[in-house]
Antibody, heavy 123, light 112 residues
Framework: QVQLVQSGAEVKKPGASVKVSCKAS????????MHWVRQAPGQGLEWMGA????????IYAQNLQGRVSMARDTSTSTVYMELSSLRSEDTAVYYC????????????????WGQGTLVTVSS | QSALTQPASVSGSPGQSITISCTGT?????????VSWYQQHPGKAPKLMIY???NRPSGVSNRFSGSKSGNTASLTISGLQAEDEADYYC????????????FGTGTKVTVL
């Protein structure tokens, strides 16, 4: 069965960077786009960006450009999201989410989600 | 890109039907049939309930249905059950610029 398993919670100081991993199993990583979505405490969902695991191409939300980067390791079926220059407002649960339908017929919706990784930014 | 507008809360008694609205613009909800809905229980990851406005993934109860008219999409839950109590978020694809996906403000559904 499809599973996305994320790395554990992180506590970082303002200005530091954090790297969250998302290991996929039960399907071929390169066949589906992977997205990252975050949720600040008590708040709604925010789309951060996406990666095309087959070629490594990425697209990021404009408000995070320059601070966010996404990468993948096809040998371990793992995608990564790194956020730099952390500020208190980056405190959130970060989710990886697979786009339904595959690269051949993307459905613009997210059918499998990781369990979430809490990133706390505090001095 | 602003978040899509949802009511903060909706409530209903067991067995009743409720509808959650999701209002966007012609650049997102009104421009594409790529509206999806997610259910989120406290401390859990979101779960896809509806995609492409009105399609249900396998395994999702047929008590959940979706529709769209102009710039407003709707999620209807019929035969409300206790386990439906959760937060619900709509989402739409938008090609106007990044972000490519915009989410709704979220609606807390309470089963009375």
């Amino acid at each position: 069965q499809v599973q996305l398993v994320q790395s554990g919670a992180e506590v970082k100081k303002p200005g530091a960077s954090v790297k969250v991993s998302c290991k996929a199993s039960g399907y071929t990583l390169t066949s589906y786009y992977m997205h990252w979505v975050r949720q600040a405490p008590g708040q709604g969902l925010e789309w951060m960006g996406a990666i095309i695991p087959s070629g490594g191409g990425t697209i990021y939300a404009q408000n995070l450009q320059g601070r966010v980067s996404m990468a993948r390791d096809t040998s371990t079926s793992t995608v990564y999201m790194e956020l730099s220059s952390l500020r208190s407002e980056d405190t959130a649960v970060y989710y990886c989410a697979r786009e339904q339908g595959g690269v051949a017929a993307p459905k613009k919706s997210f059918d499998y989600w990781g369990q979430g990784t809490l990133v706390t930014v505090s001095s | 890109q602003s978040a899509l507008t949802q009511p903060a809360s909706v409530s209903g008694s067991p067995g009743q039907s409720i509808t959650i609205s999701c209002t966007g613009t012609s650049s997102d909800v009104g421009g594409y049939n790529y509206v999806s809905w997610y259910q989120q229980h406290p401390g859990k990851a979101p779960k896809l309930m509806i995609y492409d406005v009105s399609n249900r993934p396998s395994g999702v109860s047929n008590r959940f249905s979706g529709s769209k008219s102009g710039n407003t999409a709707s999620l209807t839950i019929s035969g409300l059950q206790a386990e439906d109590e959760a937060d619900y978020y709509c989402s739409s694809y938008t090609i106007s610029s990044t972000p490519l996906y915009v989410f709704g403000t979220g609606t807390k559904v309470t089963v009375l």
